[in-house]
C-alpha cells in the first residue's frame, strides 16, 4: 500500500499512524489510572492486605500498559524521524529473528525484563524525539528496583497462602 502511494499520501499515513498511536497511549493510560483511583479510594475504606496487593498489582499494570504504548508511539514515530538502529527497532517490536528448516527467516517472541525494557523504551523514545540519554538515570533504576522488590513480596505472600 505504502509503495503505489505518493510521498505526500506516505508522509499523511505516517503521521496519521502517529497520532493514532499518542491517541490510544492517552486512553490507555487514562483507562488504568482511573483503575488505580479506584483502587486507592478502596484502599482507604477497606485497608487489607487484599487491597494493598491489589494496588501494587494495578500499578505495575499501569506501569506495563504506558511502556507498551510508549514503545508503540516510538515505532509509529520512527516512521517520521528514523534516529533508532535497526536492533533497536527490532527489541521494541520485542521480536528477534530465526532461520527455520526450510531457511526462510522467522520472527519468534522476546520479552524482556520489565525494569531494562522500560529504561531502553524511555532511552529510545528520547532518542528517537532528538534527546538522548548521556548518562544511566540511576536514581530510576533505584525506584523502580524498590517497586519490583515490594510487588515480588506480595506476589510471592499470595502464593504462601
Request: hydrophobic content about 40%; aromatic content about 8%.
Amino acid at each position: 500500500m505504502l509503495r503505489a502511494a505518493s510521498a505526500g499520501q506516505r508522509e499523511r499515513l505516517r503521521i496519521m499512524q502517529r497520532t493514532e498511536a499518542v491517541a490510544q497511549l492517552k486512553q490507555v493510560y487514562s483507562v488504568l489510572a482511573r483503575d488505580l483511583d479506584e483502587i486507592v479510594e478502596y484502599g482507604r475504606s477497606n485497608p487489607s492486605p487484599f487491597a494493598h496487593r491489589t494496588l501494587v498489582r494495578t500499578h505495575f499494570a499501569l506501569m506495563k500498559g504506558f511502556a507498551y504504548q510508549l514503545r508503540q508511539v516510538t515505532l509509529a514515530s520512527q516512521e517520521l524521524l528514523s534516529h533508532l538502529s535497526a536492533a533497536e527497532i527490532c527489541l521494541l517490536k520485542e521480536e528477534r529473528y530465526a532461520i527455520n528448516s526450510k531457511g526462510h527467516v522467522e520472527p519468534r517472541e522476546n520479552y524482556q525484563n520489565f525494569l531494562p525494557s522500560l529504561l531502553f523504551t524511555i532511552q529510545c523514545y528520547l532518542k528517537n524525539h532528538g534527546r538522548p540519554i548521556t548518562r544511566t538515570p540511576d536514581i530510576y533504576e533505584v525506584i523502580v528496583f524498590g517497586a519490583l522488590s515490594l510487588r515480588n513480596r506480595c506476589e510471592k505472600l499470595k502464593t504462601l497462602k
